[in-house]
């Protein structure tokens, strides 16, 4: 399958441990935030999104946490397990209901 | 089919070669998205159909690119003359509505422009 994120940064934790992963935005405009999680030969896949009038939104494991004021947002993966070793992206919609705008990727490695 | 579905996979093709790429998106869906990723980078925006119309086509990179979806649901990314900066992984998106719904991705085609 397609590799992605050969020259990513890497983000390596032990399985169980909790995984943080940054992300700058750069639109200040942007109202909407999505975490993706893309596999080796997949497509991105959905983790959890953030509206700007929000600063913190929880799902099953996952924390997005958004500081508008620096404009960054960060992803919280609770008690990392193998399964969540990918490529994640941030995305930012500047233009509400059109196109995304996806941030560079951090890979993160789950070590047994 | 549950999800988003794009053929071929893979494709090679020699530079100048046209290609079409397809996209099969979640029945009933309104919106689809085309987006380009290089290797080691993060999908970059091509274009978006609202149904049948295309609303915006701002990311194609030059006229070799072209995308159609006649019927609202099916849609051909199209791409003429190809050449070696054309290689990457394709995308393909579809959401629900218009506003802020989540887009779900197909695997994606790799195209490689020898």
């Known amino acids: 399958g397609e ?6 940064p890497t983000l390596s934790v032990q399985e169980g441990d909790n995984s943080i992963i940054n992300c700058a935005y750069s639109n200040s405009a942007s109202d909407y935030f999505i975490w993706y999680k893309q596999e080796s030969g997949k497509g991105p896949q959905f983790i959890i999104d953030i509206r700007s009038n929000m600063d913190k939104r929880q799902g099953q494991r996952v924390t997005v946490l958004l500081n508008k004021t620096v404009k ?8 990392t397990q193998p399964g969540d070793s990918a490529v994640y992206f941030c995305a930012e919609n500047p233009n509400a209901g059109n196109m995304l705008t996806f941030g560079g990727g951090t890979r993160l490695m789950v070590k047994p | 089919g549950a999800g988003v579905s794009q053929s071929p996979r893979y494709k090679v093709a020699k ?15 309104v919106s689809l998205f085309w987006y380009q990723q290089a290797l080691g980078q993060g999908p970059e925006f091509l274009t978006y159909f609202q149904n049948e119309a295309q609303l915006d086509k701002s990311g194609l990179p030059s ?27 394709y995308l393909c998106a579809s959401s629900i509505g218009t506003g802020d719904n989540e887009q779900f ?8 422009v020898l």
Not at chain 1, 3 to 8: F, K, M, T, Y
Not at chain 2, 64 to 77: C, D, I, K, N
């Open chain 2, 105 to 112: 991705f197909g695997p994606g085609t790799r195209l490689t």
């Open chain 2, 15 to 29: 530079r100048g070669q046209d290609v079409a790429l397809r996209c099969d998106p979640i029945s009933g869906h």
């Open chain 1, 72 to 79: 960054h947002l960060s992803l919280q993966i609770a008690a």
């Open chain 1, 3 to 8: 590799s992605v994120g050969l020259h990513l």
């Open chain 2, 63 to 89: 006229d070799r690119f072209f995308a159609e979806r006649p019927e609202g649901s099916v849609s051909t990314l199209k791409i003429q003359r190809t050449q070696q900066e054309d290689s990457a992984v």
